[in-house]
């Protein structure tokens, strides 16, 4: 199996390309562009849709032929304000020129052709609350299941304070048995504040198989091939994670821990 944490290559351009191919596994694909002002990115999505986010900073966008204008609000990821994100289908192509410094983010899965290009965001993208006590953290659904906007790709941003955990209890989505579990992998694109800052995840199986626990940096990606993967952010470090996941159906159905499960239970009653 691939090594599950992913460094970036470097400052500038593409510093993310990790697709189902060099993963090792079957749908998901994410890539990471940092670019400077004037500085441009173009790709053709193929048998892929894709999703772009604008983590950071401004951007001309165009998909399909259409021209999207300057798109993106928010300057440090951190303000927690709604991202900006186009939709592209597969069989089109999209591009970006940066007008500021942009951190902009490519989220692919196998397309279908089911959605024409379109904006996400920022309306109707909401900080919510989830979780309570060290387990709070909050969420920005960009393309969840409830949002009709893809035939494949589930995304979604989280923020977990610093002394917190998220995708915490431990759960895991690695078969395919709706409506009971879904089979989903998942990437995680990790930023902290302070930017020296570190966090903590483990991605682990019941049986032992896999158990890997990495320190992650600001710009990591960490690999959810199978397996409970939760995150922990140190005292006096925020913890930013933008989620890919993909898999047969468009579905998030997960199982904790079985010796986790009770933390779930405690904090959502009757569920």
């Not at 992998?185 to 483990?202: D, F, T």
């Amino acid at each position: 199996m691939p090594d599950l944490l992913e460094k970036p290559k470097g400052t500038r351009g593409k510093v993310h390309d990790i697709t189902p191919e060099s993963a090792g596994w079957g749908y998901v694909g994410f890539g990471l562009y940092r670019l400077a002002p004037g500085e441009s990115a173009a790709e053709v999505t193929g048998d892929r849709e894709v999703i772009l986010v604008l983590v950071e900073g401004k951007a001309r966008l165009s998909a399909g032929g259409a021209d999207y204008g300057e798109m993106g609000e928010r300057m440090d990821v951190f303000e927690k304000t709604p991202p900006h994100c186009l939709y592209v289908p597969n069989g089109s192509d999209w591009a970006a020129e940066a007008t500021t410094d942009c951190t902009l983010a490519i989220c692919t899965a196998p397309g279908k052709g089911g959605h024409p290009a379109r904006r996400i965001g920022p309306e109707g993208i909401v900080l919510t609350q989830r979780g309570q006590g060290a387990n709070t953290r909050f969420i920005n659904n960009i393309a969840m299941e409830g949002e009709d906007y893809c035939d494949s790709l589930l995304v979604t941003e989280v923020f977990t304070p610093q002394g917190n955990w998220s995708s915490y209890p431990p759960h895991r989505h690695d078969e395919d048995d709706f409506p009971n579990i879904t089979y989903l992998e998942e990437s995680y694109y990790h930023r902290l504040n302070p930017a020296q800052g570190y966090g903590h995840q483990r991605v682990f199986t019941e049986d032992g198989s896999l158990d890997q626990t990495m320190s992650v940096a600001n710009h990591d990606v960490v690999l959810v091939p199978k397996g409970h993967h939760p995150c922990g952010a140190p005292y006096g470090y925020e913890m930013y994670y933008l989620n890919v996941m993909a898999g047969p159906l468009r579905k998030w159905r997960f199982k904790n821990h079985p010796d986790h499960d009770w933390i779930y239970r405690r904090d959502n009653p009757g569920a």
